[in-house]
């Protein structure tokens, strides 16, 4: 049976059957330790019954409350090749939602490179996330990221994923 759990600092030195497939994004050692220090709850990770590390999911929570803009958002999500095609990522992404309808979040939201077919295939559509902007140039990638969104429970009226009329750049964006 698969233990979905806390990330502790531990898992930073257990994780390699995860980071090293090619579709993931690894960052440097400060980043994750960046993002377990500000939301740890936001920080999760699948283990296996035998201690081996299934895949993880981290994010934050961000924007301002005034402004009716208090979001989830979802920065890594990864499972290692030898666990996919098991629902491991959908239960990951429902959790991190979860958390974010218990914070009084409006929306949860999610960037996809256009490389990442597979998430965009399988990850949005049964969550109902929309297309709410394109973002071009931001960070590393040579063209643009999609900016997915799902309104959660507190955004009654859904404007909160009204895709925007024209593709922005990352500094338009907070």
């Known amino acids: 049976m698969t233990t979905l ?6 898992d930073l030195f257990r994780f390699n059957n995860i980071n090293l497939d090619p579709l993931t994004e ?15 709850e936001y920080f999760i990770v699948a283990e296996a019954p035998g201690g081996e590390l299934m895949g993880y999911i981290m994010g934050k929570a961000e924007g301002s409350v005034a402004r009716e803009e208090w979001h989830g ?28 309808e218990r914070l009084a979040a ?45 309104a959660l429970s507190r955004d009654t009226e859904k404007k909160s994923i009204i895709p925007l009329p024209h593709p922005v750049r990352p500094e338009d964006i907070e």
């Open 106 to 150: 409006i929306l949860f939201s999610a960037h996809s490179s256009p490389q990442n077919n597979t998430v965009r295939s399988t990850g949005w559509k049964p969550y109902t996330y929309v297309l709410h902007v394109l973002i071009f140039g931001y960070l590393h990638y040579l063209c643009f990221l999609t900016d997915m969104r799902k």
């Open 73 to 100: 958002h979802v920065t890594a999500l990864s499972v290692a090749p030898e666990f996919r095609r098991l629902g491991l990522a959908a239960k990951l992404m429902e959790l991190l939602e979860e958390i974010s």
């Open 26 to 40: 690894t960052y440097g050692i400060p980043f994750y330790l960046q993002y377990l220090a500000h939301w740890p």
């Open 5 to 10: 759990r806390a990330f502790t600092c531990d």
